[in-house]
């Protein structure tokens, strides 16, 4: 990450025709929001001075408590390469402080920020978070609406003609490294018209505040290409849905603490408590890393997205993989999260359950190295597989019931969160779909 001054920032702006800064920042469901201004007001931002009204923004405030300040962090500063050459657009992500000059609880980034001070405190020094989020493409109407026609019927990692989005990939690839995203790889999912952009890790506030800026810029340039892309965890019926794979490692001092040669699969006693803490909350944390009525939509067999609480070195189906590089790469990988999630708040209750393991040096179950999907109800009881919750509702539930991933949202974000996610599954339960029509006008 760039490490800037103030006076690095006033530079810069200057040299490159900077007219216009963004105040970025993530409501409790993972939306970004901004405050744009002229640069003329940069001064009053960097002075932490900039006011914005929280009770209109989703699980701030009530309007009694409306007035919040933007703390803007000058390592995220970046600016926009699509913007106009008359006056480019910048950007920084921000905290959210209250008036009297404390962190405000229901900031997802500031709450991140929390949780990583209880790693530190059992000597850990870094987490560090690699993504992988997917996507789909889907092409626009002549009104610039989103349709449900595909741009492309490509497969897993093919190339055109086939795979019509590589242009617009690759675009957005370019504008990503632009920005200082170090791309690690570019390729067509297994769906039609879904792809997979990966960036270099980082520790987990900046890879968050990555995860964040990479939606903004494939939203942007998608639009370009006549496109609209969605991180809607399952917009399709009959293909897989769109996940977020997080791959999790800790460090301390600069070596990684989830390797150790001498260890079962080489990992460290460290990483197996780990492991365990995920596995142990796995089915609680769900309604965090898989926020939405869709997303359990993707939480079911055949479409590879993991359904079932295990953990395994070499095959595709439990919720924990471990890829095979060691030494410095070790580290798991988590594969339920969707790109629906709000990312801050996705890696709290993902480090919180694990640091929950290694605290209390839980020791996780064999690895299951068979296809988990064919195997019976009776053989997954045997061997100690849980399911994920099925809906939001069940989710939501089980949510409420365990105090390590409560305390990891902390009081204000996790009553707005359950109260928001609450009215989402009412009103799908009340709401009339199609398919009840198909099923049941005739019929009855």
Same mark, same amino acid.
């Given at each position: 990450?760039?490490?800037?001054?103030?006076?690095?920032?006033?530079?810069?702006?200057?040299?490159?025709?900077?007219?216009?800064?963004? =105040?970025?920042?993530?409501?409790?469901?993972?939306?970004? &929001? #901004?405050?744009?201004?002229?640069?003329?007001?940069?001064?009053?931002?960097?002075?932490?001075?900039?006011?914005?009204?929280?009770?209109?923004?989703?699980?701030?405030?009530?309007?009694?408590?409306?007035d919040m300040y933007l703390y803007p962090d000058l390592?995220?500063? @970046?600016?926009?390469?699509?913007?106009?050459?008359?006056?480019?657009?910048?950007?920084?992500?921000?905290?959210?402080? #209250?008036?009297?000059?404390?962190?405000?609880?229901?900031?997802?980034?500031?709450?991140?920020?929390?949780?990583?001070?209880?790693?530190?405190?059992?000597?850990?020094?870094?987490?560090?978070?690699?993504?992988?989020?997917?996507?789909?493409?889907?092409?626009?109407?002549? &009104?610039?609406?989103?349709?449900?026609?595909? #741009?492309?019927?490509?497969?897993?990692?093919?190339?055109?003609?086939?795979?019509?989005?590589?242009?617009?990939?690759?675009?957005?690839?370019?504008?990503?490294?632009?920005?200082?995203?170090?791309?690690?790889?570019?390729?067509?999912?297994?769906?039609?018209?879904?792809?997979?952009?990966?960036?270099?890790?980082?520790?987990? !506030?900046?890879?968050?505040?990555?995860?964040?800026?990479? /939606?903004? @810029?494939?939203?942007?340039?998608?639009?370009?290409?006549? =496109?609209?892309?969605?991180?809607?965890? /399952?917009?399709?019926?009959?293909?897989?849905?769109?996940?977020?794979?997080?791959?999790?490692?800790?460090?301390?001092?600069?070596?990684?603490?989830?390797?150790?040669?001498?260890?079962?699969?080489? =990992?460290?006693?460290?990483?197996?408590?780990?492991?365990?803490?995920?596995?142990?909350?796995?089915?609680?944390?769900?309604?965090?890393?898989?926020?939405?009525?869709?997303?359990?939509?993707?939480?079911?067999?055949?479409?590879?997205?993991?359904?079932?609480?295990?953990?395994?070195?070499? #095959?595709?189906?439990?919720?924990?993989?471990i890829p095979a590089s060691r030494g410095m790469s070790?580290?798991?990988?988590?594969?339920?999260?969707?790109? +629906?999630?709000?990312?801050?708040?996705?890696?709290?209750?993902?480090?919180? +359950?694990?640091?929950?393991?290694? /605290?209390?040096?839980?020791?996780?179950?064999?690895?299951?190295?068979?296809?988990?999907? !064919?195997?019976? &109800?009776?053989?997954?009881?045997?061997?100690?597989?849980?399911?994920?919750?099925?809906?939001l509702a069940e989710a939501l539930e089980n949510l /409420?019931?365990?105090?390590?991933?409560?305390?990891?949202?902390?009081?204000?974000?996790?009553?707005?969160? !359950?109260?928001?996610?609450?009215?989402?599954?009412?009103?799908?339960?009340?709401?009339?779909?199609?398919?009840?029509?198909?099923?049941?006008?005739?019929?009855?």
């Amino acid at each position: 990450m760039a490490k800037y001054t103030k006076e690095d920032i006033f530079r810069i702006v200057k040299e490159e025709n900077v007219k216009y800064i963004r =105040l970025q920042f993530t409501d409790i469901l993972g939306t970004i &929001k #901004n405050v744009e201004i002229p640069v003329s007001q940069l001064q009053k931002a960097l002075d932490n001075k900039m006011m914005f009204d929280g009770s209109s923004i989703e699980g701030f405030v009530r309007i009694e408590e409306s007035d919040m300040y933007l703390y803007p962090d000058l390592d995220t500063f @970046v600016i926009f390469p699509w913007t106009a050459e008359k006056g480019k657009v910048a950007r920084f992500i921000c905290d959210i402080y #209250n008036p009297d000059g404390t962190p405000f609880e229901g900031c997802p980034r500031y709450n991140l920020k929390r949780v990583l001070k209880q790693m530190e405190e059992l000597g850990f020094t870094e987490f560090n978070l690699g993504p992988e989020p997917e996507f789909f493409l889907f092409k626009l109407d002549e &009104k610039g609406e989103p349709t449900l026609e595909l #741009n492309d019927n490509g497969g897993y990692f093919d190339l055109a003609p086939t795979d019509l989005g590589e242009n617009c990939r690759r675009d957005i690839v370019l504008e990503l490294e632009e920005m200082g995203f170090e791309i690690e790889a570019s390729h067509h999912e297994v769906a039609p018209g879904q792809h997979e952009i990966d960036f270099k890790y980082a520790n987990a !506030v900046k890879a968050c505040d990555d995860i964040q800026t990479f /939606k903004l @810029v494939v939203k942007t340039v998608a639009r370009k290409h006549g =496109l609209h892309a969605t991180f809607m965890p /399952k917009p399709l019926f009959g293909v897989n849905g769109s996940g977020m794979h997080c791959n999790l490692s800790l460090f301390k001092n600069g070596e990684n603490a989830f390797f150790d040669p001498n260890g079962q699969l080489q =990992l460290s006693e460290t990483a197996l408590q780990f492991i365990a803490g995920v596995l142990k909350h796995a089915p609680n944390f769900t309604a965090v890393t898989n926020p939405t009525v869709n997303s359990y939509k993707r939480l079911v067999p055949g479409y590879e997205a993991p359904c079932y609480v295990a953990w395994s070195a070499r #095959n595709r189906s439990p919720l924990i993989r471990i890829p095979a590089s060691r030494g410095m790469s070790t580290r798991i990988e988590v594969r339920s999260v969707d790109p +629906a999630a709000n990312p801050y708040l996705a890696m709290a209750v993902l480090l919180a +359950a694990g640091l929950d393991g290694i /605290k209390n040096k839980l020791t996780p179950p064999a690895p299951v190295d068979r296809n988990i999907y !064919v195997m019976t &109800k009776e053989e997954r009881l045997e061997e100690g597989i849980v399911d994920l919750p099925a809906t939001l509702a069940e989710a939501l539930e089980n949510l /409420k019931s365990d105090e390590v991933i409560v305390n990891a949202l902390g009081k204000h974000l996790f009553e707005h969160f !359950v109260e928001a996610k609450e009215i989402e599954w009412d009103m799908f339960r009340t709401a009339v779909h199609p398919w009840e029509r198909e099923q049941y006008m005739s019929l009855y």
